[in-house]
């Protein structure tokens, strides 16, 4: 009998089902957190277990991040110091309704959703001279030398495709150029990375993910010889002074959400406060800097520890919707696919959140996001000519695919990846390249039903 026993024993490892059982806790992306019932009019909802008076802190904040902000000085004191450079007057101007920014077509623009980051191809450190890190396109109307740094032009190229079971389908590849270059030339080492603004909801609950569990995933040099080398890359903690793991923004850009609600205040809207204190003008821009001394808080910042920790809190609670239909039998039939695809390999399904996190209401929370927060190389196809620190060009940080689905029914429109350029979640897909290539290629081999039942279940989460 013993002689059978070890053969049928390798035989049942050998076929084991790589997808795993169907847990409850999946109902429930944002565990104890989690909106209590689907709503599509907006994103923004407080987290399902904040008592009466932290949903108040939660509201206060709110008006922070909806509220335009306006020219120093004014009346409205705790909303003044705008600018001088800026992309857009608030927070809701971008992430509309709690959501991504919303797209524009083909032509010249000045956009307040696309963020045009600049920077060169090899050094993740470096900056235009004249313009910084990011563009803005707008500036202050009443400083008649002051003009917003430059405008963007927008193209479309399409690229047409066939999945292995004949269906055509195609591309739309963007391509920009900035015109009206109000301060002087770019340097010839600068590129341009387009990026559009993400949505803002389980914010809070990513940056309670204990960094172990998030650097058990890291495998540089693919020693486990999967083709995935995921890394963390590490910028600088303004506030502590040290380096630290990047979790947020499409290249990992900011280590923490209090750091990332500031960055976005000074980059994005002018504002300095506690952890960017002085205005985004560059030495070669003097109108610039002329009209930050002019207009601004002279002696103070623009906004104080208080107002920027309600905003931080606000951005930390925004909560992730339940799933919907995900126990039907095309979701499920959907899930299987997502495994066997290895799209979990990148898109990691769930974590429970550090026991010791600071806010409670988001310590200890079983959580379903889909994303390693790990910088992967997605290929020449997706590259954008920037690197980032550790990030090279053509490395970006897995996004967060819950609530990935309702963007249509809650903005009435979508858009996917970096730019936007993905029309679909189907397009999103068919641009994986690098490391993630043969995940785009079991896709492209699937039958158009296991297709609309993996897209079907990339809804439901």
């Known amino acids: 009998?013993?002689?059978?026993?070890?053969?049928?024993?390798?035989?049942?490892?050998?076929?084991?089902?790589?997808?795993?059982e169907f847990s409850k806790d999946e109902f429930k992306p944002g565990g104890q957190a989690t909106l209590k019932r689907v709503n599509t009019r907006t994103f923004i909802h407080p987290s399902g277990n904040l008592s009466i008076d932290d949903e108040l802190g939660?509201?206060?904040?709110?008006?922070?991040?909806?509220?335009?902000?306006?020219?120093?000085?004014?009346?409205?004191?705790?909303?003044?110091?705008?600018?001088?450079?800026?992309?857009?007057?608030?927070?809701?101007?971008?992430?509309?309704?709690?959501?991504?920014?919303?797209?524009?077509?083909?032509?010249?623009?000045?956009p307040m959703a696309l963020l045009m980051r600049l920077g060169d191809k090899h050094d993740g450190l470096w900056q235009d001279p004249i313009y910084g890190g990011q563009l803005q396109s707008f500036s202050l109307a009443q400083f008649n030398q002051l003009k917003p740094e430059a405008k963007v032009e927008v193209s479309h190229q399409k690229i047409t495709g066939t999945f292995a079971d004949g269906t055509p389908y195609e591309l739309i590849k963007p391509s920009y150029k900035l015109r009206d270059l109000a301060y002087g030339v770019l340097h010839d080492k600068t590129q341009l990375s387009p990026r559009y603004a993400p949505a803002i909801y389980g914010m809070g609950l990513l940056d309670a993910i204990n960094s172990k569990d998030l650097l058990k995933q890291q495998d540089i040099n693919d020693e486990n010889s999967d083709g995935i080398s995921a890394k963390y890359n590490w910028v600088p903690d303004v506030e502590s002074g040290d380096v630290a793991l990047g979790r947020?923004?499409?290249?990992?850009?900011?280590?923490?959400?209090?750091?990332?609600?500031?960055?976005?205040?000074?980059?994005?809207?002018?504002?300095?406060?506690?952890?960017?204190?002085?205005?985004?003008?560059?030495?070669?821009?003097?109108?610039?800097?002329?009209?930050?001394?002019?207009?601004?808080?002279?002696?103070?910042?623009?906004?104080?520890?208080?107002m920027h920790g309600d905003t931080e809190f606000f951005s930390a609670h925004v909560a992730v919707q339940p799933t919907r239909k995900l126990k039907s039998k095309k979701a499920q039939a959907g899930r299987r696919q997502f495994y066997l695809a290895g799209c979990q390999h990148c898109h990691t399904p769930s974590y429970t959140t550090a026991f010791d996190y600071p806010d409670k209401n988001l310590a200890g929370q079983k959580i379903w996001p889909y994303t390693n927060l790990a910088l992967h190389d997605m290929g020449p196809a997706l590259a954008d000519g920037k690197a980032e620190y550790l990030a090279t060009s053509s490395e970006w940080r897995t996004p967060p695919l819950w609530g990935i689905g309702l963007q249509q029914r809650i903005q009435g429109y979508q858009a996917f990846l970096h730019d936007g350029r993905a029309r679909t979640l189907a397009e999103?897909?068919?641009?994986?390249?690098?490391?993630?290539?043969?995940?785009?290629?079991?896709?492209i081999n699937m039958t158009k039903q296991e297709r609309e039942a993996l897209i079907y279940f990339l809804q439901q989460i």
């Not at 024993?9 to 050998?14: C, P, R, S």
């Not at 800026?86 to 797209?103: D, E, P, T, V």
């Not at 750091?259 to 610039?288: R, S, W």
């Not at 999103?428 to 896709?443: D, M, R, S």
């Open 1 to 20: 009998m013993r002689f059978f026993v070890v053969p049928l024993l390798v035989v049942l490892v050998g076929c084991s089902d790589p997808v795993p």
């Open 58 to 110: 939660f509201w206060n904040g709110l008006s922070f991040f909806k509220d335009p902000w306006v020219a120093a000085p004014a009346a409205t004191t705790d909303r003044d110091g705008l600018g001088p450079l800026y992309n857009s007057r608030s927070c809701k101007a971008c992430h509309s309704r709690g959501g991504r920014g919303k797209l524009v077509g083909e032509g010249v623009h000045s």
């Open 248 to 306: 947020f923004g499409f290249k990992a850009l900011q280590p923490t959400l209090k750091q990332q609600v500031a960055a976005a205040f000074v980059n994005d809207i002018g504002i300095t406060n506690p952890l960017f204190k002085q205005d985004t003008c560059t030495e070669l821009q003097p109108t610039c800097i002329q009209a930050a001394v002019q207009s601004g808080h002279t002696n103070e910042l623009e906004i104080m520890q208080q």
């Open 428 to 443: 999103a897909i068919l641009w994986h390249g690098g490391e993630a290539e043969a995940a785009q290629k079991a896709f």
